[in-house]
C-alpha cells in the first residue's frame, strides 16, 4: 500500500509503526454551525480509507476531535443567547446526526478540547521550560516560531519567505510576528480556566496536538484532514509537538482537496454554500458518497446539480445489479474454478486501486465491471454457493466505499430513519435495551415500524 504524504510531496510505502495496527487522527469539525458539504468530503475520505485499513486486516485507533472552545463559538453563543457549552452540546449532536446519514462509522474516540485542558496546560508549560515558547503580561502563551528550526516543513517554504507576507502590528506583544498563541489570556464574559499564567484558554492548534498525543503517543502513523489546514493549523501542530517531545510527530500527513461549487469558492456571501442535511433533501447519502469517491481524494472537486444526478444514476447501477443477484434462479451445480478466478480477479483489481493512495476512482471503475458481470450472471441459474460467493464479494467491496449498506428493499427509506436503524442496532448488540427500545418508539413517530428478522432488522412502512 503507498500513501501520497504531503510531508515529503511523494507517495510512500505504508509501514505502520506497529504491525497490524494503525493509530490515525483527522481534523474533526468546530462545532458552532450545522457541518457543509465541504466538511462532508474529509469525513468520507477518511471514513473509507479506515474502512479499507480494517479490511485489511488492520487494527485502527481513529480519532477525529471536537473544537468545542473557540472564538466562533463564543460569538455565535452570544448571538443565540446560551453558553458555549450548550451550543457545542447542540452541535455536536446535529453532527452525529449528519454523519451517520453520510455512513460515518463512529470514531474510536472523539476528544473534545474543553475535556484536555490539563494536558494543554501541561503541554504548553513543557513548551515553555524549553525555551519554546513565553507567557506574556496579559495572560497570553505564544510559540517562539524561531525557535524551532523546521518550521515551515510541512508547507515546504523557508521560515524567511513566510515573514515576507505577514503583517506587522506595532502594537504587539509577540516577540516576532510569526509567533502563534499557545493560550489566550481571558477577557470578560468568556469561558476560560485556571492555569499558571492566569485563567485564559487553549489557542486552536496547541489543542490537536495535546490530544492526539494523548490518545496515540507521541509519534503515531496518519494525520488526516483538509488541504486549507495544512498551514498554518498543521504546520503549528507539527512544530509545538516536535518541540516538546524531541520525535518526530507524524509518519504520514494525508490531505483531501478543496470543495467548489459550481466552479466557485463556496462562499455564503454568493449563496453557493450547502449544508450536508440541506443536500441530503434531495440526495441518496449514498449519492452523495459515490460523487465524494468519484475523483482523487486530493484533487479539488467541483458539486453540481449535474453531477449529483451522475452519481445518483450510477448508484443505481450498483442497486439494480445487487436486485438481480438476489433474485437469481437456485440450481444444483458445483462452484466452477472459473468462477473463483473471475471473483479473484475483481478482488485483487480493487485492492490494487485502492492501495495505489487510495484510488477510489478506480476502485468504483472495478465495482462497475463487477455490476456488469452480475448482470449476466443473474440472467442464469446457479447453486446457492455460488450466487452467495458473488453476493458476498460485491457487497463486500462496495461497503469498504460504504456503498450498498442497506438491502434493496431499504432503498426508499429516508437516510434519518436508516441511521437510527444502525443505532438500534448498536444498541441492542451492546444490550442497551431501553435506548434500542426509545429509538424503535422514535421510528415509530417517524412512520416505521421495525422488523427483526433472521437476516436482520429491516424498516417497514406504517400504513
Not at 22 to 50: E, K, Q, W
Not at 274 to 293: C, G, Q, S, T
Not at 437 to 458: C, H, N, T, W, Y
Amino acid at each position: 500500500m503507498q500513501i501520497f504524504n504531503t510531508m515529503t510531496h511523494k507517495k510512500e510505502d505504508f509501514v505502520p509503526i506497529h504491525e497490524g495496527q494503525v493509530s490515525m487522527y483527522v481534523c474533526g469539525p468546530t462545532v458552532y454551525d450545522f457541518i457543509h458539504i465541504g466538511n462532508a468530503r474529509p469525513l468520507i475520505v477518511f471514513d473509507t480509507f479506515r474502512r479499507y485499513l480494517e479490511y485489511r486486516g488492520y487494527q485502527v485507533t481513529y480519532v477525529q476531535n471536537f473544537t468545542d472552545i473557540d472564538d466562533k463559538l463564543i460569538r455565535r453563543a452570544n448571538a443565540e443567547n446560551t453558553t458555549v457549552p450548550a451550543l457545542a452540546e447542540k452541535y455536536i449532536a446535529e453532527y452525529y446526526r449528519d454523519a451517520d446519514a453520510l455512513g460515518i462509522k463512529r470514531s474510536s474516540v472523539n476528544p473534545r478540547a474543553t475535556e484536555h485542558i490539563e494536558d494543554i496546560i501541561e503541554l504548553v508549560q513543557t513548551l515553555i521550560d524549553k525555551g519554546h515558547a513565553y507567557p506574556t503580561e496579559n495572560g497570553d502563551v505564544y510559540f517562539s516560531v524561531r525557535s524551532y528550526p523546521g518550521y515551515g516543513k510541512l508547507k515546504g517554504q523557508d521560515i524567511n519567505d513566510m515573514e515576507n507576507g505577514v503583517r506587522i502590528d506595532p502594537n504587539d506583544i509577540k516577540k516576532d510576528p510569526l509567533d502563534f498563541a499557545l493560550w489566550k489570556g481571558a477577557k470578560p464574559g468568556e469561558p476560560s480556566w485556571p492555569s499558571p499564567w492566569g485563567d485564559g484558554r487553549p489557542g486552536w492548534h496547541i489543542e490537536c496536538s495535546a490530544m492526539s498525543m494523548k490518545i496515540l503517543g507521541p509519534t503515531f502513523d496518519i494525520h488526516g484532514g483538509g488541504a486549507d489546514l495544512v498551514f498554518p493549523h498543521h504546520e503549528n501542530e507539527i512544530a509545538q509537538s516536535e518541540a516538546a517531545t524531541g520525535k518526530p510527530f507524524v509518519h504520514y500527513w494525508m490531505h483531501n482537496g478543496y470543495i467548489n461549487i459550481d466552479n466557485q469558492k463556496m462562499s455564503k456571501s454568493l449563496g453557493n454554500f450547502f449544508r450536508v442535511r440541506d443536500i441530503l433533501k434531495d440526495y441518496d447519502p449514498e449519492a452523495v458518497r459515490m460523487f465524494m469517491l468519484g475523483a482523487n481524494y486530493r484533487n479539488p472537486l467541483n458539486f453540481s446539480r449535474d453531477l449529483m444526478e451522475q452519481a445518483v444514476t450510477s448508484l443505481t447501477r450498483l442497486r439494480t445489479a445487487r436486485k438481480r443477484l438476489s433474485e437469481t434462479e437456485v440450481c444444483e451445480a458445483n462452484t466452477s474454478a472459473e468462477l473463483e478466478n473471475t471473483l479473484n480477479d475483481f478482488r485483487t483489481r480493487f485492492n490494487e486501486a485502492m492501495d495505489d493512495d487510495l484510488n477510489t476512482a478506480d476502485a468504483l471503475g472495478v465495482l462497475f465491471d463487477f455490476a456488469r458481470f452480475v448482470n449476466i450472471f443473474a440472467t442464469s441459474s446457479h447453486s446457492t454457493k455460488e450466487i452467495e460467493s458473488v453476493s458476498k464479494l460485491y457487497l463486500e467491496l462496495a461497503n469498504i466505499l460504504g456503498l450498498l449498506i442497506h438491502d434493496t428493499a431499504a432503498d426508499d427509506f429516508p437516510a434519518e430513519a436508516l441511521a437510527l436503524l444502525e443505532q438500534r442496532t448498536a444498541a441492542r448488540k451492546a444490550k442497551d435495551w431501553a435506548k434500542a427500545d426509545a429509538i424503535r418508539a422514535s421510528l415509530k413517530e417517524m412512520g416505521f415500524a421495525v422488523e427483526d428478522s433472521a437476516q436482520g432488522p429491516k424498516l417497514k412502512k406504517l400504513s
